[in-house]
C-alpha cells in the first residue's frame, strides 16, 4: 500500500509563492511511479495540476504552465509543486497522487491509484 502525505499547504496572497510536499511513506518507493498534483475547488471536479514521469519529464495544465513547478526527490521519497505568481483561482485542496509501477503520467484523474489526504491552499486577492 502506498501512502502519500502532503504538506505545505496555506493561505497567501496573489502573486506570491508557496510550495506543497508530498511524502511517501516509508515502505514506498517513488522512483518507479508517475507521480502527480491535483486539486479540487469547491463545487468543482478534481483536476490534473501537473504530473512527473518515472525519468522526470513534467507535465502542466495549461492554467498553472509557466507558473508552477513539478519535481521529485526520490532519495527523500518526496514529490514537490513549487506554485508561483498564484492567483485567486488556484485557490482549492491540493492532492498527491501516485500511479501503479511502471506506468506514466495520465490525466486522467480515475487512472491514478494512490491519494494523500489533501492540503488547503487559499489564494486572497
Known amino acids: 500500500q502506498v501512502q502519500l502525505v502532503e504538506s505545505g499547504g496555506g493561505l497567501v496572497q496573489a502573486g506570491d509563492s508557496l510550495r506543497l510536499s508530498c511524502a511517501a511513506s516509508?515502505?514506498?518507493?517513488?522512483?518507479?511511479?508517475?507521480m502527480g498534483w491535483f486539486r479540487q475547488a469547491p463545487g468543482k471536479d478534481r483536476e490534473f495540476v501537473a504530473g512527473?514521469?518515472?525519468?522526470?519529464?513534467?507535465y502542466y495544465a495549461d492554467s498553472v504552465k509557466g507558473r508552477f513547478i513539478i519535481s521529485r526527490d526520490n532519495a527523500k521519497n518526496t514529490v514537490y509543486l513549487q506554485m508561483n505568481s498564484m492567483k485567486p483561482e488556484d485557490t482549492a485542496v491540493y492532492y498527491c497522487?501516485?500511479?501503479?509501477?511502471?506506468?506514466?503520467?495520465?490525466?486522467?484523474?480515475?487512472?491514478?491509484?494512490?491519494w494523500g489526504q489533501g492540503t488547503q491552499v487559499t489564494v486572497s486577492s
Open positions: 497522487a501516485a500511479r501503479t509501477v511502471y506506468t506514466g503520467v495520465t490525466l486522467a484523474t480515475q487512472e491514478w491509484n494512490y
Open positions: 516509508e515502505r514506498t518507493t517513488i522512483n518507479n511511479r508517475a
Open positions: 512527473i514521469s518515472r525519468s522526470a519529464s513534467a
